[in-house]
């Protein structure tokens, strides 16, 4: 019998992105958490992310039967073609096209602000930081517009929610968080932290947060 396994970590956003889409697609799967320090790094390296992920050496792995990826995007596509229903990109191609260009904004526009916010954390008054939280807000209201006709941001509920939903828990954690400017965003955001398959991923990382002292958003405090 086939064992899809998950290789993640308590914090690791891209695996969450992993887990909640293997939820919603009701997959069965092994979930093993890598080592975690205090850091934010992972150590020691896990041996089957070594094997699967060599080079950048991190999670997200999936391995299912014969296929073993890293990437939280390409095991999104692998899981689409895999486990079809319930579809989580849209039917259109150029919807489709869309929502992977959502999907690929969230990572490399949306989060590298995020990124630099991770080493500012005491210096959120400087220019970088002031920057990169304006990145984040500039994101907020291209996303608050595509809301103007839609419940979720290509249209059905995808991919590109699941991305962005867990881009933007790392950013409000790191002091770039959403407001009253994104009214539309923000109740997105409510449908979308409701769903059943994204909260079985991000109550118990929350919880984990907790656990360490570290400070839980308070739109996710329950």
Not at 25 to 46: N, Q, R, S, W
Not at 214 to 221: C, E, H, S, T, Y
């Amino acid at each position: 019998m086939t064992t899809t396994q998950i290789y993640s970590g308590p914090l690791s956003m891209f695996g969450a992105k992993v887990q909640i889409a293997a939820y919603e697609k009701g997959i069965t799967f092994e979930l093993i958490m890598v080592p975690f320090t205090t850091d934010d790094a992972y150590e020691p390296k896990h041996p089957e992310v070594l094997r699967v992920n060599p080079v950048k050496q991190q999670v997200p792995v999936l391995v299912d039967d014969e296929v073993a990826l890293f990437d939280s995007t390409q095991i999104f596509e692998y899981l689409e073609d895999r486990y079809p229903q319930p579809a989580l990109w849209p039917e259109g191609i150029a919807d489709r096209a869309r929502a992977r260009q959502l999907e690929q904004k969230s990572d490399e526009v949306f989060f590298p602000n995020v990124i630099k916010l991770f080493g500012l954390q005491d210096a959120m008054q400087s220019a970088p930081a002031v920057a990169a939280c304006a990145g984040c807000a500039r994101f907020y209201q291209e996303m608050e517009g595509l809301l103007a006709t839609r419940e979720y941001l290509a249209g059905p509920y995808s991919f590109a929610d699941i991305a962005f939903y867990m881009a933007h828990v790392f950013a409000d954690r790191k002091g770039a968080g959403m407001t009253g400017a994104t009214p539309r965003l923000v109740a997105w955001r409510e449908r979308v932290g409701a769903r059943p398959a994204v909260r079985a991923v991000v109550d118990p990382m929350m919880r984990f947060l907790a656990s360490q002292g570290r400070g839980v958003p308070a739109f996710l405090q329950r």
